[in-house]
C-alpha cells in the first residue's frame, strides 16, 4: 500500500502526496474557498475536507473522486475528523457550532452547542469514547456515546487557524495550544470520571420541526394557524408579514431524551412580497400548502408556484399537504377525485384535506395528520446548554408578546431582563449573545449592528422583510423602469414607504430610518 499524505491551502484546492517518493499525486479543487481542514479515514480510503465555503466533501483516495458534500453549517467549517472507526465526521466551524455526521449514510446525527466563539479544532479520542472541541474561548470535552459536555478547559485557542490539538494514539492525554497560541499543553484524562455513571451534564437535547403555512393572499393561513396554536377562532385581516407559533400538542419527547418541538411559521403570500418570503423556505420539515376551495376561476391558484419554491433545493425528507381552507364560506369548485389526483402528479405525500379554522372543521383530523407526517425519530438532536435554552426560550416569549412592545431589545436591557428571571443565575454576555445568534440562525430574530458599531436584538425580523418588501416594490416602480433604486436618496431618507406607515411594529421600532443603513447592502441583491 502506497502511503500518503494530504495538504490543504489557500489556495481553494486539497493535493495528495506520495510520502516516499514525494510525488504529488492528485490536485482537488471542487471547493470554492479555501481548504482549512482535513482528515483520513482510518483505512486511508478515503479523505473528508472543509473549507471557508460552508461545505464539508468527501473523496475517494485513489481516484481523487469528490463522492459526496455535506452542506449545513452557517459559516467557515474550520475543522474535519474522522472517528476511529471511520462511520462518523465531526466538523468544527465559525458558526459556533459542531456537527456529527454519518460517514456512511452523510447524514446529520446531531448538532452540538456551546462554545461562544467559532470552533477551530475538533479531534476524537483513540478509543472514539470522547470528543474534544477547540475555538476562542474554551477547549471542550463531549462523550459520543451520549454527546453530552462532560469537562470544559478554560483555554482560548485561536478563532482563525485550523487543527490545534491531537490525541496520543494509545493513551488518554490530550495535547492542545495555550496562551494563545503560545505553549502546548499536555492534558491527562480521567475516564473513570468523564465516563462515570454518576456524573451530571449541563447539556440539554432537543429537536425543532419547521412546519410552513404558505399560499397566496387571502386563503386563510393566519386564521388556520391561529387555531392550532390557540384551539379557538380569531378573525384576521390579510398581511404581508411573518410569525410564528409553537404547537405544544405536536411535541414530544424522544427515547433519546430530547424534547421536540414543532414551530409553526405563517408566511404571506401577496404577489409583491413572495421574492422576500421564499427566502425563508429552506430548512423547511413539513409545507401545508392552503387554497381556497371556492375560487371559481382559479382554485389551486398559488399552488404550483409555492411547491416550486419549496423543492428548490430543499430537505428530500421535506413533507408536503394541500389544505383547502375556509371551507365554511362555500362549497368547493374542483372534486374530491381532481384534488387527490392533484396531489399523485404533484407527488404530495400528505395528501388534500378540507378545513375551517372558524368551524372548527378539520382541525382534529390536520392534528393527527401533522404527528404521523413529522419525523421526529429521523430528525438530528441539538445539544445545548441549560443557559442557551434558557435564553432562548426567553426571547421566544419576549416575541409571542401579544401587544409587541418590545420591539428592539439592546443586549444590555435583554440581560437585565433575563437577571430578573432568577437573581442568582449567572451568565456570560457571550453566553447570552450566542444563544441569540443560533436564534437568528433560524429566523426567530435579527442582530442589527448600527453604524457606531452597537448592536440591537430585533424581536420581529418581519419589520425588516416588510422594509425589503417596500424597497422591491419602490424599485419596480422606477420612472425610468430601471428597478433599481438610488442608493443617495435611500440613505437620506428620500423615498417614502407609505406601508410602512400603516405597520403598528414599524412605528414602535422608530421608523424606517432605524434599519435604513443596515438594509442597504442586505437587500441590493433582491431587487429586480
Not at 203 to 228: F, H, Q
Not at 491 to 516: E, V
Amino acid at each position: 500500500m502506497v502511503k500518503k499524505i494530504a495538504s490543504c491551502s489557500d489556495d481553494e484546492t486539497i493535493k495528495i502526496w506520495e510520502t516516499d517518493s514525494g510525488k504529488k499525486v492528485f490536485t482537488l479543487r471542487e471547493h470554492k474557498k479555501p481548504t482549512v481542514g482535513i482528515s483520513f479515514r482510518p483505512d486511508g480510503k478515503k479523505i473528508v475536507s472543509s473549507s471557508d465555503d460552508e461545505t464539508i466533501k468527501i473523496w475517494e483516495t485513489d481516484s481523487g473522486k469528490n463522492i459526496s458534500t455535506l452542506k449545513g453549517h452557517k459559516d467557515y467549517v474550520c475543522s474535519v475528523s474522522f472517528s476511529p472507526d471511520g462511520k462518523k465526521i465531526a466538523s468544527g466551524s465559525s458558526d459556533k457550532t459542531i456537527r456529527i455526521w454519518d460517514a456512511h449514510t452523510e447524514k446529520l446525527l446531531v448538532m452540538l452547542e456551546g462554545h461562544t466563539e467559532a470552533v477551530s479544532s475538533c479531534v476524537f479520542t483513540h478509543d472514539g469514547n470522547l470528543l474534544s472541541s477547540a475555538g476562542g474561548d474554551t477547549v471542550r470535552l463531549w462523550r459520543t456515546d451520549t454527546w453530552q459536555t462532560v469537562a470544559i478547559v478554560d483555554e482560548p485557542g485561536s478563532s482563525t487557524w485550523g487543527p490545534e490539538m491531537a490525541f496520543h494514539p494509545a493513551k488518554s492525554i490530550l495535547a492542545a495550544h495555550g496562551n494563545k497560541e503560545t505553549v502546548i499543553k499536555l492534558w491527562e484524562l480521567d475516564y473513570s470520571i468523564l465516563l462515570g455513571k454518576d456524573f451530571i451534564s449541563d447539556s440539554v437535547p432537543y429537536t425543532t420541526a419547521k412546519i410552513a403555512l404558505v399560499g397566496d393572499s387571502g386563503v386563510g393561513k393566519t386564521g388556520l394557524g391561529w387555531r392550532l396554536a390557540h384551539g379557538k377562532f380569531k378573525e384576521h385581516s390579510s398581511t404581508h408579514g411573518q410569525q410564528f407559533w409553537v404547537i405544544g400538542e405536536l411535541g414530544k419527547k424522544r427515547s433519546d431524551g430530547a424534547d421536540c418541538e414543532a414551530v409553526l411559521w405563517d408566511l404571506a403570500g401577496q404577489q409583491d412580497y413572495r421574492l422576500v418570503h421564499a427566502l425563508f423556505l429552506k430548512d423547511v420539515d413539513l409545507a401545508l400548502v392552503l387554497f381556497d376551495p371556492g375560487n371559481r376561476e382559479k382554485p389551486l391558484s398559488g399552488v404550483e408556484y409555492w411547491l416550486k419554491q419549496l423543492r428548490s433545493e430543499q430537505k428530500e425528507t421535506l413533507q408536503t399537504m394541500l389544505i383547502g381552507a375556509r371551507m365554511d364560506r362555500g362549497k368547493p369548485t374542483m372534486t374530491r377525485k381532481e384534488l387527490d389526483e392533484f396531489c399523485d402528479f404533484h407527488e404530495i405525500p400528505g395528501g388534500y384535506l378540507a378545513t375551517s379554522a372558524k368551524a372548527g372543521e378539520g382541525i382534529s383530523t390536520l392534528v393527527e395528520k401533522l404527528k404521523t407526517m413529522i419525523p421526529w425519530d429521523d430528525m438530528p438532536a441539538t445539544i445545548t446548554t441549560s443557559t442557551f435554552k434558557r435564553v432562548k426560550e426567553f426571547v421566544l416569549d419576549l416575541k409571542e408578546q401579544t401587544d409587541h412592545k418590545a420591539v428592539l431589545v439592546s443586549p444590555q436591557e435583554l440581560r437585565r431582563q433575563l437577571q430578573k428571571t432568577d437573581k442568582d443565575w449567572e451568565f456570560t454576555d457571550a453566553e447570552m449573545m450566542t444563544a441569540v445568534k443560533h436564534l437568528e440562525t433560524h429566523g426567530y430574530v435579527t442582530i442589527c449592528t448600527g453604524s457606531d458599531g452597537k448592536q440591537s436584538i430585533l424581536l420581529f425580523p418581519d419589520i425588516l422583510i416588510n422594509l425589503t418588501a417596500s424597497f422591491v416594490l419602490e424599485a419596480r416602480g422606477n420612472p425610468q423602469g430601471l428597478g433599481v433604486l438610488e442608493e443617495k436618496k435611500l440613505l437620506t431618507g428620500d423615498y417614502k414607504f407609505s406601508d410602512l406607515k400603516k405597520n403598528k411594529k414599524c412605528r414602535r421600532a422608530g421608523s424606517a430610518s432605524r434599519f435604513r443603513h443596515y438594509l442597504v447592502s442586505e437587500t441590493e441583491y433582491l431587487l429586480p
